[in-house]
């Protein structure tokens, strides 16, 4: 399982460099009392990564922990967890560790579905930066791929140094990259010092260190794209070529600043236009098609959504541009969903269908975690206003999904209407309407989000009662 290399004489050569390269970096970029947290998989490249940063945490006055993502896609992964374990108990680096479970959405790669696991683990790490072992080599292959794919010019841009959230405090350039941030909703931000580092600087890091590290048997296989790509191309290229890690690393840092500057123009050609996560359907109509695109692909971005490839993107376009104001407009993204409501547009992440008999129980909990709603609903305390006590207790109280001709009477000097056309009065967009979990006293429909209760079940002056709330869960790609 393990791997290590013996100490060569000269192996010792690119240690010291590596070290310096990698501390004045972080330098730039890190303050003393901050959090880092690294992406340990057990591979030589983070092995070597959380080695180096464990060696110079007290210079740079920073608090280092490691987190490992068990993938669960290979026999050996939980001997890859134990073994990630060992090395940080060794070290007193503190050690987490999480399982996910991949799977392959319709238009995705196995390998991109697992990276898309892997950085939703990421972006709940209580720390201030995540930080990753992506190296020189590793942004070649990305450029590769993604040229061979077709991709644009933020494709092509490669990796940057530094991504964070937007409002973030410290600037991409202060990590020597003009590469915007793909996705405005990451936190924490993700750093990757070892980018102007190539393999073969970690191979000798490692041998001088005596390092020990596992090896993934998957690495080998040349069905995948990437590995294809390091066995089978870019051996021939190096020997034609033997300085073309440096010049597709600085080709993707020329394509990078490229990008920040439509990013720039994106941002001009959307302001005012995005709210809330929505966009105006009018600031698209108002460009040319080339900066209509351009505002898309920057919209998708900041919603975390992978992009679109240019047909399905110009196809988004073509909908959105000739739809009639009030059309239902909805652009299939894989595992999000583009729509179109009030002239607005919205990035939708889906879910599984609820099945119309769903019912879950409440039995006086506080808060109530509905994942299959994408949410959680609170039940919260409360005297003389939402639900009377008294009142839920002659039946059993149910949460439910909508079924059609649900009816409820939130204001006293009115009749009952349909929850249909109290929904749209309340201008919710259609999809969520069939997303939103409705309280029932026995058969009758108590409460519903942004609606309110019924006038039957409010509570009186002074009565105890509960009042709901709904809060859909702030994840990427969510309206």
Wanted: charged residues 25%.
């Amino acid at each position: 399982m393990a791997s290590s290399r013996k100490r060569s004489r000269n192996a010792s050569a690119g240690a010291p460099e590596l070290v310096a390269s990698v501390t004045a970096l972080l330098a730039g970029v890190v303050g003393r009392g901050e959090r880092l947290t690294v992406g340990l998989s057990g591979g030589i490249d983070s092995v070597v990564l959380l080695d180096v940063l464990h060696r110079v945490r007290g210079r740079l006055g920073v608090k280092l922990s490691a987190v490992h993502v068990n993938h669960q896609l290979s026999a050996d992964a939980g001997r890859w967890c134990a073994f990630c374990r060992r090395f940080c108990r060794a070290r007193r680096i503190p050690f987490r560790s999480e399982k996910v479970t991949v799977t392959v959405a319709r238009g995705d790669s196995l390998e991109a579905q697992a990276r898309a696991a892997r950085y939703e683990v990421f972006a709940r790490q209580p720390c201030d930066y995540v930080v990753l072992a992506q190296h020189q080599d590793d942004q070649v292959e990305t450029l590769l791929l993604q040229l061979l794919r077709g991709a644009g010019v933020k494709g092509l841009a490669g990796m940057p140094v530094l991504r964070q959230a937007e409002g973030g405090r410290r600037k991409a350039e202060a990590a020597g990259s003009t590469h915007p941030p793909s996705s405005f909703l990451l936190r924490p931000a993700i750093l990757r010092p070892l980018l102007e580092v190539t393999r073969a600087d970690i191979e000798r890091y490692a041998m001088a260190r005596g390092l020990r590290w596992v090896e993934d048997d998957s690495n080998a296989d040349i069905r995948f794209q990437r590995n294809f790509l390091r066995h089978e191309v870019l051996p021939g290229i190096a020997q034609r070529f033997p300085a073309y890690r440096a010049t597709v690393a600085r080709a993707a840092r020329h394509l990078a600043e490229s990008a920040a500057l439509l990013d720039d123009l994106a941002a001009c050609d959307g302001a005012g236009a995005i709210e809330e996560g929505t966009l105006a359907v009018a600031a698209l109509r108002r460009l040319s098609l080339r900066r209509a695109r351009n505002l898309l692909r920057h919209f998708l971005a900041a919603r975390g959504v992978s992009m679109p490839n240019a047909e399905r993107l110009d196809e988004a376009l073509r909908q959105l541009l000739t739809a009639k104001h009030d059309a239902q407009v909805l652009v299939d993204l894989g595992g999000h969903e583009l729509r179109q409501f009030a002239n607005r547009l919205h990035v939708v992440k889906r879910f599984a269908a609820l099945p119309p008999d769903y019912a879950r129980a409440w039995r006086g909990q506080r808060a109530l975690a509905l994942p299959e709603f994408g949410g959680v609903l609170t039940m919260a305390s409360a005297r003389g206003a939402g639900l009377s006590l008294a009142k839920l207790a002659g039946h059993p109280v149910w949460i439910r999904v909508r079924r059609g001709g649900e009816r409820l009477r939130p204001d006293p000097r009115r009749p009952r209407r349909t929850l249909k056309n109290l929904m749209q009065e309340a201008h919710i967009p259609p999809w969520e309407r069939e997303r939103l979990p409705l309280v029932f006293c026995g058969r009758e429909l108590a409460w519903a989000p942004v609606i309110g209760a019924d006038c039957a079940y409010g509570a009186a002056p002074g009565e105890r009662a509960v009042a709901p709330s709904w809060r859909p869960a702030s994840t990427a790609g969510t309206s």
